[in-house]
Structures are given as structure tokens and as C-alpha cells.
């Protein structure tokens, strides 16, 4: 009996046992779906989330900083974030899905949007890769989205956006409001998929989310630094 009970451990239960334990506490990946991170991310790629420092700033441990690029699901009472669908089939419960975007401003900052240029704390953000990106005709300007009033934000919560700034690019903070520590699965540190990429991406003004990615291939994997 005790053999028996060893060899279904071995066999059948450790194998998803240890891969559930490492998903949860020690890494996991999660795959891009969609163009709100554009430039600065593309469709399909691969991101490494180590989730035990994640598990420790919602312990408050450590915490996240401007410029990190975080895997978190929307607040709870933003009704538009929640959805029947995944993958193309209809579920019979609705659920939060992961959302990739980067975070602008921290607890105790004012984050505003004027014409299209984020402004932390009266300073305009440093988002130069993103401006060039979007700046030759695509980058939201007039809407809503792209003025919005001052936003303090709270203690113990985060205001994320994407990188993509043409009309209608990314829902972010600015239509949910900040996002709670808890709801942040963690930190993305690294691309690890594709191994290789065409080396830009055309911003695609008329229609951002078919945009498609050209020019010579390069070493796509790498690593984040705020």
C-alpha cells in the first residue's frame, strides 16, 4: 500500500504539485495579447513575472516603482473590465482578465494627462521612446482619455497606463482609476519569446491595433529597466 500511495505521489501528483507551487511563488509567464504596450511591447510576446516578490509587496514588503511594467487584473468595481470570454469561448462565469501596462505613478503622486503629455507631480514623464513612437501624427491629443483632470494617487495603489497613445490604444487607470496592490500579479522583468523580431513596428495611425511589425530581424529577449 505504501509503494502504491509513493508511486502515484511520484507519477501523477508531485509533477503538477511542484509546477503549481513554482507558478505561484516562485515564477510564471505571461503572453502579451494585444497593442496597448506598443512600442515598448509587441503581440505575443513572452514576459517573466517573478511571483514571490510580487507575493511580497502585497505583503508590503518592497514595492513597485515608476516605469515598472506590471501583470495585475482591473479593480473589482469596474464593471467593463469584466468578461464571459476567453480565447474565443463563452464561460458561464464572468472574471477579470490579466492586463499588461506600466506604471506612471506611484502612492502620493498627482498624475495628469494635458493634450497627450503625462505630467507627474507638474513634471512632464520622461517617455521619450513612447513620444517618438507616437508622436509623428498618431498620438491622442483631443479625447477625453488624453486630458484628464489630477489624480492623487492613493496609498497602497498604483496609476498604470499602456505605451500605446493613439486614439483609443489603452483602457488603463485613467478610465478604472489606480490599481490596488493586491490585483498586481507582479513585475515583468524579461521578454523571453520570441527569440527573434523584426526590429521595429509601424504605429499603423488609422488603425493602431492591425499595425504590424517590420524591418530587419534582431535578438528579441531581454530585460526590463524602469
Known amino acids: 500500500m505504501t509503494a502504491r ?43 517573466v513575472i517573478p511571483r514571490l516578490e510580487g507575493w511580497a509587496h502585497t505583503l508590503g514588503v518592497g514595492t513597485y516603482h515608476r516605469g515598472d511594467i506590471v501583470v495585475f487584473k482591473p479593480p473589482r468595481d469596474a464593471p467593463g473590465e469584466w ?29 495628469q494627462v494635458d493634450r497627450g503629455t503625462v505630467t507627474v507631480n507638474g513634471q512632464a514623464l520622461n517617455e521619450s521612446q513612447t513620444t517618438v513612437y507616437w508622436g509623428g501624427g498618431c498620438q491622442d491629443t483631443a479625447s477625453d482619455l488624453a486630458n484628464t483632470p489630477p489624480v492623487t494617487v492613493p496609498a497602497g495603489t498604483y496609476f498604470v497606463m499602456g505605451d500605446n497613445r493613439s486614439p483609443g490604444g489603452s483602457l488603463d487607470s485613467r478610465v478604472f482609476g489606480p490599481v490596488g496592490t493586491a490585483d498586481i500579479a507582479g513585475r515583468a522583468v524579461a521578454s523571453v519569446w520570441p527569440l527573434v523580431a523584426p526590429a521595429t513596428a509601424a504605429s499603423g495611425c488609422d488603425r493602431p491595433d492591425r499595425s504590424q511589425a517590420q524591418g530587419a530581424a534582431h535578438w528579441n529577449p531581454r530585460l526590463f529597466v524602469p
Open 5 to 47: 500511495l509513493a508511486r502515484l505521489w511520484r507519477e501523477w501528483l508531485a509533477p503538477p504539485v511542484v509546477a503549481l507551487l513554482f507558478t505561484q511563488f516562485a515564477a510564471t509567464a505571461v503572453r502579451v495579447d494585444g497593442t496597448s504596450m506598443r512600442p515598448g511591447l509587441q503581440h505575443g510576446e513572452l514576459l
Open 83 to 111: 468578461t464571459h470570454r476567453y480565447r474565443g469561448l463563452t464561460l458561464p462565469w464572468a472574471y477579470r482578465p490579466y492586463l499588461v501596462k506600466r506604471i506612471v505613478g506611484v502612492p502620493g503622486d498627482t498624475v
